[in-house]
């Protein structure tokens, strides 16, 4: 079965110091990973997608992520942290039965303190 | 560009009742997905509809149901609402039907309260 998994409910950071939110998966064959970023009463916004290609893939507001195909995981960071970066973040993998079925992490909250 | 557009923004409704969500995709999109975010937990994927036609469907009851138009557009419709199906549902849009290499784009949602 496809699933992904978010160990840490909330993640805490000082402004400045560098983030990572993790997440693991599991899928059949390749898989297509995506994080999301939800801030309150909005929808997801799209931050950073692996497909194929180099591990280390960069994505929107300074945001990366390291694709490691051995560990299965797929952890979101950032140099260098933003109070503004503090909203709720989710992991996601396509899944593999032919059309566009995101699944979904339970989320991670991250709180960026000034 | 305008983004996925969904409404109402906020719906209150009482045990029983029957609801219509609706969703208009980013232009040119014509792929059109139905999720649903309980509170503290991930969105649930409902419905995926691409070119009016149904292309894939979670774990969710037959109270569920949804439709996509010519334009694109689509409703989300649940009948016999229970205390449970309150929740923030979301739609997203993408290009292609199995999605390629492209994201989903999503919109605000609607926030659902069951009384």
């Known amino acids: 079965a496809q699933s992904v998994a978010q160990p840490e409910d909330q993640v805490n950071v000082a402004e400045g110091n560098p983030l990572t939110v993790k997440c693991t998966y599991s899928?059949?064959?390749?898989?297509?990973l995506f994080w999301y970023v939800q801030y309150p009463n909005r929808g997801l916004q799209f931050l950073l997608k692996?497909?194929?290609?180099?591990?280390l893939v960069k994505g929107s507001y300074g945001f990366e992520a390291e694709f490691n195909k051995s560990q299965t995981s797929f952890h979101l960071k950032k140099p260098s942290a933003l109070v503004s970066d503090s909203a709720l973040y989710f992991c996601?993998?396509?899944?593999?039965?032919?059309?566009?079925?995101?699944?979904f992490g339970a989320g991670t909250r991250l709180a960026v303190h000034p | 560009d305008a983004g996925v557009t969904q409404s109402p923004t906020h719906l209150i409704k009482t045990r029983g009742q029957h609801v219509t969500l609706r969703c208009s995709p980013i232009?040119?999109?014509?792929?059109v997905s139905w999720y649903q975010q309980v509170l503290g937990q991930g969105p649930q994927f409902i419905f995926q509809?691409?070119?009016?036609?149904?292309?894939g469907r979670g774990n969710f009851p037959d109270r569920f149901s949804a439709r996509q138009f010519p334009n694109y557009s689509s409703e989300l419709n649940v009948n016999a609402l229970l205390l449970g199906d309150s929740a923030l549902y979301l739609c997203?849009?993408?290009?292609?039907?199995?999605?390629?290499?492209?994201?989903?784009?999503f919109g605000d949602g609607t926030r659902l309260s069951i009384l």
């Open positions: 997203a849009s993408s290009l292609e039907p199995s999605g390629g290499s492209q994201p989903q784009h």
């Open positions: 899928v059949s064959g390749n898989p297509y």
């Open positions: 692996y497909i194929t290609g180099d591990n």
């Open positions: 996601a993998v396509r899944g593999n039965l032919g059309y566009n079925k995101l699944i």
């Open positions: 232009s040119g999109h014509k792929s």
């Open positions: 509809y691409y070119e009016k036609e149904e292309r």
